[in-house]
T-cell receptor
Framework: GEDVEQSLFLSVREGDSSVINCTYT??????LYWYKQEPGAGLQLLTY?????DMKQDQRLTVLLNKKDKHLSLRIADTQTGDSAIYFC????????????FGTGTRLKVLA | DAGVTQSPTHLIKTRGQQVTLRCSPI?????VSWYQQVLGQGPQFIFQ???????GRGNFPDRFSARQFPNYSSELNVNALLLGDSALYLC?????????????FGPGTRLTVL
């Protein structure tokens, strides 16, 4: 199937860490993406990880990849109110399809 | 340099009508993709165009069509609108040189069908 699944909602307090989880389907994906969508806006690429990596750190963002379980997570350290948004994981296209597959999105709410 | 632009920002139509949405890619990008994002869901791939040719299509009916112009801008057309077509329509541009090029998204056009 093509379902990329995420939990729908996450609420954290400002300054805490947030962990957003994603289960993907295509084990042949060479890399996986995390996008952020703020209210009324398009999608912004946050970070990505190559499939031959287990972890990638980029400032406050840490991406963990478990290929065996097809599980991807995004950790945001020291979460700020400006991090409140919807976060999508995405698989790149399978060979020849040009079709990105996006997850259902996780709405992150940061409480002051 | 300007990012991806889309017009109009918002649009209200009634069932059965037709709509045209427009997208201008980032300068130098030759590929444009269209996505439909229904409220509460992730974007669903509709089309990708590269060098004015369709090279990818999602599971959408023939009521959905698109084209790309010599300047790489693109239009998405939807005929015989249904209530279920109400969504945010996103355009993304990329260089188009590879299957998994980074895509840059516009702010979207919010279509409401009454």
């Amino acid at each position: 199937g093509e379902d990329v699944e995420q939990s729908l909602f996450l609420s954290v307090r400002e300054g805490d860490s947030s962990v957003i989880n994603c289960t993907y389907t295509d084990s042949s994906s060479t890399y996986l993406y995390w996008y952020k969508q703020e209210p009324g806006a398009g999608l912004q690429l946050l970070t990505y990880i190559f499939s031959n990596m287990d972890m990638k750190q980029d400032q406050r963002l840490t991406v963990l990849l478990n290929k065996k379980d097809k599980h991807l997570s995004l950790r945001i350290a020291d979460t700020q109110t400006g991090d409140s948004a919807i976060y999508f994981c995405a698989e790149p296209p399978s060979s020849g399809t040009y079709k990105y597959i996006f997850g259902t999105g996780t709405r992150l709410k940061v409480l002051a | 340099d300007a990012g991806v632009t889309q017009s109009p920002t918002h649009l209200i139509k009634t069932r059965g009508q037709q709509v045209t949405l427009r997208c201008s890619p980032i300068s130098g990008h030759k590929s444009v993709s269209w996505y439909q994002q229904v409220l509460g869901q992730g974007p669903q791939f509709i089309f990708q165009y590269y060098e004015k040719e369709e090279r990818g299509r999602g599971n959408f009916p023939d009521r959905f069509s698109a084209r790309q112009f010599p300047n790489y801008s693109s239009e998405l057309n939807v005929n015989a609108l249904l209530l279920g077509d109400s969504a945010l329509y996103l355009c993304a541009s990329s260089l188009g040189t590879g299957n998994g090029d980074e895509q840059f998204f516009g702010p979207g056009t919010r279509l409401t069908v009454l």
